[in-house]
């Protein structure tokens, strides 16, 4: 039975999770070993790096993008390896991040999603028999596997079922039973928070005769004699488990005597069990995370520290196909998860928690414990925001701005960044691309209250949204709140004239002289952005980010940008793709300049590498319309005569279950198919080519 507290729980798990990747991080193999580790930071009590934005992780991607599978084949049933590795396939981009590309027959996952591509089917992909002993007993099985858990509350079993179902895409043997003790221990952390149940729930779930078994029991066992001294045990580890006798990049064995050992030692409590983790080393973000999820969930909000809490903001970003996926809001996606969690138990989800949940637009609430929802202030002298319980036009909880002796002409802004880029972050190792979560026609609201303190005038404020190349401040008008009330506003984000947008807000202003300095709060409710899409994207104003033209996430091929257009040069098919990832009804035009080869389109409704509509030219003279839906397949075409070195505005327009090409306004091709209601944009290519695509428009129906 789903706990009343599940959502809470979810929330803070997640949040574990990602404390502990991000903990884990800086220090992680193989530069930073153990010892340097100690040498250089002794007893970790807090983060050791100071991330503008922390980038995206292998150890967050695969838990959010593999899960998946729930949506795209396991809708209705319970979940198989070939539906994780239908995810594996259709999420990421080849090469380029989700997880460590290090070579096939080094990288266990390189390895496996190579054998997926040739054809070999999960779990075979991931199997002793395909791969060796070595290859599929890393720690992959292990560190990709929360969010199985966090879906299946106080089931240990089918928890520890879903993340063996997971694991094997890529591992085998103790590779997969690390899988299976973390679902389990997550799972049973929803019922109980003694830690020494947790252990024991997880190991029930992995076979008696298990190494994996085997170092939990001496771990355990030296805890036993010395409880106090985790040093110690990690050197017992070091000397009898250690990498020396466990081969390959990072295998699971020695991690799973430290993820034991921080269990353990941590004594239940959140921060002590991921800072031993991070100090143990090894695999240090992998081994923080798996059991930050654990305490999270056991631990709840009430036992993280805001010193760990704060800086993550509600905010992580992710490495997949899909921009505009990558950008997480972790108490929204904390209510997907605790959905997923009520369809899973075969429970009636509350109406409540459905409402407040929308995937394909921005919609803040503040309502679970502590939330910010990622909203920001540019001043942080002039400006401090956190939760609060104390005013909510709905609900109980909103965003407090309190703002502290501000002058005529003072300003900060408050506002949430629905884009990225690459100069935000401080390192690129898993290539994060973005997609914005707000554009040009869609309505901007909220609800602010005003409990000014001090100042002769009441403060006031201007909707506004920033353009991310030109950073030019697109200011609505200023408008004076008033005191002890709440004030509805809202506005439609202007036409960004083929700009990026990188923040949505408000700049708050104060009006009293400098006598008087104002003093005070506000409080924002109800955030939203919603309404239909209407943008151009201008190459003239773009920037290339993580090796991608913004706001694309390529997969293969070269691309670049050059005489206002982006340019595509390639040896074999690539794609892609932008725009929202849940847009259903639309039409997108691009001015395509074929210069080479005999394939240039547009895609629309893509959900992935393996899922989408292609259209466009096709050959000589030829047009044609083709799914992919795990291969491609032609669904219907036309005569239409085109030539290289010449411009055609081709749009693609997707309304209900009907796909319709148009070339410089004549309409050349028409078709019905509703495998797919709704998707990204992009451009494609089924073969070498070399393209010009300038003068996209999206616009939705």
Same mark, same amino acid.
């Given at each position: !039975? ?12 997640? *949040? ?25 930071? /002794? ?54 991040? %989700?997880?460590?590309?290090? /070579? ?17 089917? @999960? ?23 929360? #969010? ?62 298990? #190494? ?9 066992? $030296? ?12 050197? !017992? ?14 295998? %699971? ?16 409590? $959140? ?31 009430? /036992? ?67 939330? #910010? ?32 002796? !501000? ?26 691309? $973005? ?31 920033? *353009? ?50 104002? *003093? ?19 190459? @003239? ?27 595509? %040069? ?30 240039? %389109? ?95 428009? *999206?616009?939705?129906?």
């Amino acid at each position: !039975m789903i706990p009343a507290n599940y959502l809470e729980k979810v929330y803070s798990g997640y *949040l574990g999770m990602n404390i502990g990747i991000r903990l884990g991080a800086p220090v992680e193999p193989t530069i930073w070993s153990y010892e340097r580790i100690k040498n250089t930071y /002794g007893d970790i009590t807090d983060y050791v790096k100071d991330f503008k934005n922390f980038a995206a992780d292998d150890d967050a991607n695969g838990p959010y993008y593999f899960l998946r599978a729930l949506y795209d084949d396991a809708k209705d049933r319970e979940i198989t390896p070939n539906d994780v590795a239908r995810a594996w396939l259709n999420y990421a981009r080849e090469g380029v991040g %989700m997880f460590w590309w290090g /070579g096939y027959g080094v990288s266990t996952e390189h390895t496996a999603y190579i054998n997926l591509k040739k054809g070999i089917p @999960a779990p075979q992909s991931g199997s002793m028999a395909q791969n060796g002993k070595v290859i599929a007993e890393q720690i992959g099985g292990q560190i990709f596997i929360d #969010t199985w858990g966090l879906v299946n509350p106080g089931n240990p079993k089918k928890a520890a079922d879903y993340g063996e179902a997971a694991a094997r895409v890529s591992h085998d043997g103790e590779g997969v039973w690390g899988a299976r003790f973390f679902c389990a221990a997550i799972a049973k952390a929803f019922v109980t928070s003694d830690i020494n149940e947790i252990i024991e729930a997880g190991l029930g779930q992995v076979p008696a005769d298990s #190494t994996y078994l085997k170092v939990a029991r001496v771990v355990l066992a $030296f805890h036993q004699e010395q409880p106090e001294d985790f040093r110690a045990c990690r050197d !017992m580890l070091e000397r009898d488990w250690g990498y020396d006798k466990y081969p390959g990049v990072c295998h %699971m064995i020695p991690n799973a005597g430290v993820c034991i050992l921080a269990l353990i030692y941590g004594q239940g409590d $959140f921060n002590r069990t991921v800072e031993i983790a991070t100090m143990c080393g090894w695999d240090t973000d992998c081994n923080a995370g798996n059991v930050g999820t654990v305490l999270g969930v056991a631990c709840g909000l009430d /036992g993280i520290s805001d010193k760990y809490r704060k800086p993550i903001n509600d905010s992580i970003v992710m490495s997949g196909i899909s921009g505009y996926l990558n950008i997480l809001d972790i108490p929204t996606y904390a209510k997907e998860l605790a959905i997923l969690g009520y369809r899973l138990a075969g429970e009636e989800c509350p109406q409540a928690l459905r409402d407040s949940f929308t995937d394909r637009e921005i919609y803040f609430d503040f309502e679970l414990p502590g939330s #910010t929802h990622n909203i920001r202030v540019s001043d942080s002298f002039l400006c401090e925001a956190k939760h609060s319980t104390e005013k909510a036009y709905q609900g109980t909880g909103s965003l407090q701005v309190l703002f502290d002796r !501000m002058v005529r002409g003072d300003q900060c802004k408050i506002y949430y960044k629905p884009f990225y880029n690459r100069d935000e972050f401080n390192d690129e190792r898993y290539s994060p691309t $973005f997609a914005p979560k707000a554009y040009s026609g869609q309505t901007v609201s909220m609800q602010i209250y005003l409990d000014q303190w001090n100042g002769n005038e009441m403060a006031g404020f201007a909707p506004y949204v920033r *353009l991310a190349k030109s950073k030019k401040d697109l200011l609505q008008g200023y408008q004076k709140l008033v005191n002890n009330e709440w004030l509805h506003v809202e506005f439609q984000i202007p036409d960004s004239e083929g700009e990026l947008i990188d923040e949505v807000g408000i700049v708050l202003e104060g009006y009293s002289p400098g006598k008087f300095k104002s *003093l005070g709060r506000i409080f924002i409710d109800e955030f939203r952005i919603y309404g239909k899409a209407d943008y151009a994207i201008d190459f @003239a104003k773009q920037a290339v980010n993580f090796g991608c033209v913004t706001p694309f996430a390529h997969n293969h091929g070269a691309w670049s940008l050059a005489d206002g257009a982006m340019y595509l %040069m390639t040896a074999e098919a690539c794609d892609a793709y932008t725009g929202n990832y849940f847009a259903t009804d639309y039409s997108v035009s691009v001015k395509l300049n074929p210069q080479n080869g005999h394939s240039h %389109m547009v895609a629309v409704r893509a959900q992935g590498a393996q899922r989408g509509y292609h259209v466009g030219f096709d050959g000589e003279n030829q047009v044609s319309l083709f799914i992919n839906d795990f291969g491609y397949r032609k669904l219907t075409g036309a005569v239409f005569p085109w030539q290289n070195n010449q411009t055609y505005e081709c749009q693609v327009t997707v309304q209900g279950n009907v796909i319709t090409l148009s070339i410089d306004g004549q309409q050349v091709l028409q078709h019905s198919d509703d495998t797919f209601g709704y998707g990204m944009f992009g451009v494609s290519t089924r073969d070498a080519a070399r393209t010009y695509f300038s003068q996209i428009r *999206l616009t939705e129906i």
